[in-house]
């Protein structure tokens, strides 16, 4: 059976020494970094790059946020140690990129890392979380309740003289009336992470992706409205698994 080992006992209680007999408890911090296939994007051009998505439509980006969750980290003996909190992205807010939880300090080791897109069934409780709130992030009640994964709005065919707009927002996906589906994702990476001091894990996210595999996205037939959607929100969770790739780890 997998240990499950939170991080405040561990912190107390275990550790690794130096040749000096000197504790060692790495402490690990997240940095993500945000692209449009080879292009950066980030809170300095968010909103005045054009970008082409696989189907061929010319977009601006007005606004780009997203929630990721339950960061774990499992060693070669099988140990988990996960991450208390969650990390809530907007693309125009710099300081949101990075992700530093409390009580992180964990043994020195080989790891590989793991989170979930959006919030689990567990922890996806309605009104339950008073930033997300004020972040207008809740999820409609109508459509399951809890909040959005992500949020991300702009317009499609800007190099015409008919421009629209599109919503496309991920969350809880409705079924039918009163009944819905869990639509977050788990993330995870098979490359090994070695960790003996403090570390930052980077982690690229391609936005291209979201609208390129396994579906390619359509934006004149699906762009709004399409929380109420089941079959595009299913899509949307079938592409986001495409959309991360782990990148440089900095000791």
């Known amino acids: 059976m997998k240990k499950i080992t939170t991080l405040l006992i561990l912190a107390i209680t275990l550790f690794t020494c130096n040749e000096d007999n000197t504790i060692i408890s790495p402490k690990v911090n997240f940095t993500f970094n945000h692209h449009w296939n080879n292009a950066e994007i980030n809170n300095d051009n ?7 998505n696989a189907n061929g439509e010319a977009i601006n980006i007005d606004r780009f946020r997203y929630l990721t969750s339950r960061f774990e980290l499992t060693n070669t003996n099988n140990e988990t140690y996960t991450f ?15 992700f530093s939880p409390e009580n992180n300090a964990i043994p020195s080791g080989t790891y590989t890392l793991k989170f979930v897109w959006g919030f689990n069934e567990t922890d996806n409780i309605d009104g339950a ?20 994964f992500l949020q991300f709005d702009g317009m499609y065919n800007v190099d015409t003289t008919d421009a629209s707009p599109f919503n496309f927002h991920n969350g809880t996906a409705r079924v039918s009336e009163g009944v819905f589906e869990q639509n977050f994702a788990e993330i995870a990476f098979e490359t090994p992470i070695l960790i003996n001091s403090d570390t930052v894990i980077n982690i690229d996210m391609n936005i291209a992706e979201l609208f390129t595999n396994p579906n390619i996205w359509d934006l004149n037939v699906l762009d709004t409205p399409l929380m109420p959607n089941y079959d595009a929100q ?18």
């Open 46 to 52: 968010l909103q005045t790059t054009t970008v082409t």
């Open 84 to 98: 208390d909190g969650y990390k809530f992205t907007d693309l125009a807010i710099a300081d949101t990129y990075n």
């Open 129 to 148: 979380y008073p930033d997300l709130n004020t972040a207008s992030w809740n999820w409609p009640e109508m459509l399951g309740g809890g909040y959005h």
């Open 234 to 251: 299913k899509m949307m969770q079938q592409n986001i698994m495409s959309i991360f790739n782990l990148g440089e780890i900095t000791q």
